[in-house]
C-alpha cells in the first residue's frame, strides 16, 4: 500500500491528478457544508429526509438533502438524464441512435442533450422538493413566490455546478468524476454515523450492561467488515469466456498465449437496480405522505412498504427484473458477436455470428442470476438490521449494503484506474530511453 501510494505521488502527472480530483472534491463537499438561503433545516426531521425517495436521494449525495445545502440535489439529475438518454438511444429516437453511432461526434451532441434534459430534471426536482418540504414542514424563512423560485434557482445552478465538477475530474483527474461524488458524500458520512451508532447502542447504566452492549456493536463492526469483504469479493467475480483469434493462414492458434478472454462481471449492474427498485416503490410513498391519510392510502402504503412481508416480495422481485434488464442493457451481445466476427474472434465450439451471439447471452442471464441473488443480500440488509440492532435503524441505508457497493466499486475502479495510468507511464519511459 505505501509503496503504491509512493509510486503514485512521485509521478509528477500522476501527482497534479490526484491533487486536483482531491481539490475539486474538497470544493464539493464545502459547498455540500453550505445551507441555502432562506431555508431552515432544522425544520426538517430526521426521519423525513432519511426515508422513502428523500432517503435514497439522501444517501447518494452525501447527507446533502437534510441539510438542503447548494448541492442538495447532488448528481442525481445528471444520473437520472443520462439514463433516460441512453434508454432513448436504442432506437426509441433516431437521431439519438444515429448519433450513437457516430463515434466521438455523435457523443458530444448526446452529452450537450444530456445537459440540457439535467438542468430541466433539476428545475423540476427542485421545485417539487421545496413544495413538497415547505408543505409538509414549513422550511421556508420567507414565503412569495420570488423566494420560491431563488431557491429552486439556486438547487439547479448547484446540481449544474456538480456536474462540472464531476466531468472536471474525469478529464483532468483520476477515476469516474460522477462516481467519486457519490462515493466522497457517503464515506464522509460514514465516521459520524458509526459513532452516533456507538452512542446509541453501548450503554454504561451497569457494569454488565456496558459489556454487553459494547460486545454487540463489536460484532456489529465485525459484521460490517465481513459484508465489506464480501461485496469487495463479489465486485471482483468475472465469468471468462475463451476467446481463439485466427492467424493469417485461417489457422486457430490454441496455444494459451495466442489465446485471450472475454470477461462478463457476475455483478454487471452494480447497484443501479436495487435504486431502481427503491425509487420505485418509494416514490409513490413520499407523495402519499404529503396527503390526508385515508384507508385508500393506508393500503398502499402498506403494500409499497418493503419492510413489511409483500412490500419486501415487491422489492426482491423488481430487483431481480431490474437486474436482468441492466445487465443485458449494458452488455449487447450483438454487438459483441459482430466484433468478434470482424476480428477474427472465435470461442472454441461455437460457430460465429448468431450462434456466439446466443452463447454470451445464455452465460450472460445465468451469472445474472447470482448477480441477483447478490443485490437481494445486500439489499437486505438494511431491513434485517433494525431488527438484530435496533440502533442502526435510522442509518440503515447508509450503512447498509446500497452504500457498500457503490463505495467499494468506485474506490476499485479508481485504483484501476490509477494502476493502468502508471503502467502506461512507465512503459512510455521505458520506449523513450
Known sequence: MLSFLKSVFKKGEMRRK??????????????????IP??????????ASNSGIFGIMNLLGGGTLERFSLFSLGVSPYITSSIIIELLSMDVIPALS???KEGQTGKKKKDTVTRYLTLALAAIQGGSLIYAFDKGYKILNSTGIWTYVYVVVIMAAGSMFAMWIGDQITIKGVGNGTSLLIFTGIVSNLPTQLISTYGTMVTYKSTYAAITSIAWYILFLIVYLAIVVFVVFTENSVRKISIFYATSNTQTVMHTKDTTNLPLKINSSSVIPVIFAASVLAAPRTII???NSTKTT???DNILNYQKPWGFILYVIMIILFTFFYSNLQIDTKRIADDLKKSGGVIPGVRTGDD???????????ITVAG???LVMIAAIPIVAPEIWTATGSNALSLGGTGLIIVSGVALETVRQ???MLTRREYHGYIRK
Do not use: D, E
Open 418 to 420: 490509477i494502476r493502468s
Open 289 to 291: 405522505s404529503f396527503m
Open 298 to 300: 393506508q393500503l398502499i
Open 18 to 35: 490526484v491533487v486536483f480530483t482531491l481539490g475539486m472534491l474538497f470544493v464539493f463537499r464545502l459547498g455540500a457544508a453550505v445551507t
Open 38 to 47: 432562506y431555508i431552515n433545516a432544522k425544520a426538517i426531521s430526521g426521519s
Open 372 to 374: 441477483s441473488l447478490f
Open 98 to 100: 444515429r448519433w450513437q
Open 356 to 366: 456466439t451471439k446466443k452463447y454470451i447471452g445464455t452465460i450472460l442471464n445465468r
